[in-house]
């Protein structure tokens, strides 16, 4: 039972565009969702993060946006840079229990 | 504020022995959690310690343990090992920010060779 679903597996944006990255869960009692950037071979980088009570959180370039009524969050990162060019995965967690994360979406920025 | 730190960084072990890896959270998190990452799999959870108390646990067998120390610091120790064991483990600690978000870093991996 994949409870957090990322069902894009990629996204090709051009440098200087707004990507965003959307995520789906199905647990109603998630209460926390973060972000994470990853590189092959390496431990995923904590982008951002919300909470449920919040319906938006904005660091930088990145923003995070969550709908609970749809159970879901997007991601976006404006203006994308090449060096954006990573694999992104959700997560989420009830009440600070364990992360459930999603599959990921391969991110590509070109020139 | 240091990040997770894990060692060793790279290790090579043989089926049958016992491995021991360590993490070292971030200064002022409490909560540890061990995840074990493969290609196949992605990334797996192992369990979470906090406060020296395990809290909760995935789905592995009984060879896969740990602990926690008062100092917040942890470490996994495996059993047995097998070759399917060959993996990249991470360490990640978390917290509760001031303003109520929760956020989990990892650390940049243990990466262990079975032969």
């Known amino acids: 039972d994949q409870q957090v679903k990322q069902n894009s597996p990629s996204l090709s944006v051009q440098e200087g565009r707004i990507s965003i990255l959307n995520c789906d869960y199905t647990?109603?009692?998630?209460?926390?969702f973060l972000w994470y950037k990853k590189y092959p071979a390496e431990g995923p980088t904590f982008l951002i993060s919300i909470s449920s009570i919040k319906d938006k959180n904005e660091d930088g370039r990145f923003t995070v946006f969550l709908n609970k009524s749809a159970k879901h969050l997007s991601l976006h990162i404006v203006p994308s840079q090449p060096g954006d060019s990573a694999v992104y995965f959700c997560?989420?967690?009830?009440?600070?229990?364990?992360?459930?994360f999603g599959t990921g979406t391969r991110l590509q920025v070109f020139p | 504020k240091a990040g997770v730190t894990q060692t060793p960084r790279y290790l090579i072990k043989t089926r049958g022995q016992q491995v021991t890896l360590s993490c070292s959270p971030i200064s002022g998190h409490r909560s540890v959690s061990w995840y074990q990452q493969t290609p196949g799999q992605g990334l797996q959870f192992l369990f979470e310690y906090f406060s020296e108390t395990q809290r909760n646990k995935g789905n592995f067998p009984g060879r896969f343990s740990g602990r926690q120390f008062s100092n917040s610091r942890s470490e996994m120790n495996v059993s047995t090992l097998e070759l399917g064991d060959s993996a990249l483990y991470l360490c990640?600690?978390?917290?509760?920010?001031?303003?109520?978000?929760?956020?989990?870093?990892f650390g940049p991996g243990t990466r262990l060779t079975v032969t």
């Open positions: 647990n109603s009692m998630f209460d926390y």
């Open positions: 990640a600690s978390s917290s509760i920010t001031g303003t109520g978000l929760y956020e989990q870093y």
């Open positions: 997560a989420a967690s009830a009440n600070t229990d364990k992360l459930i």
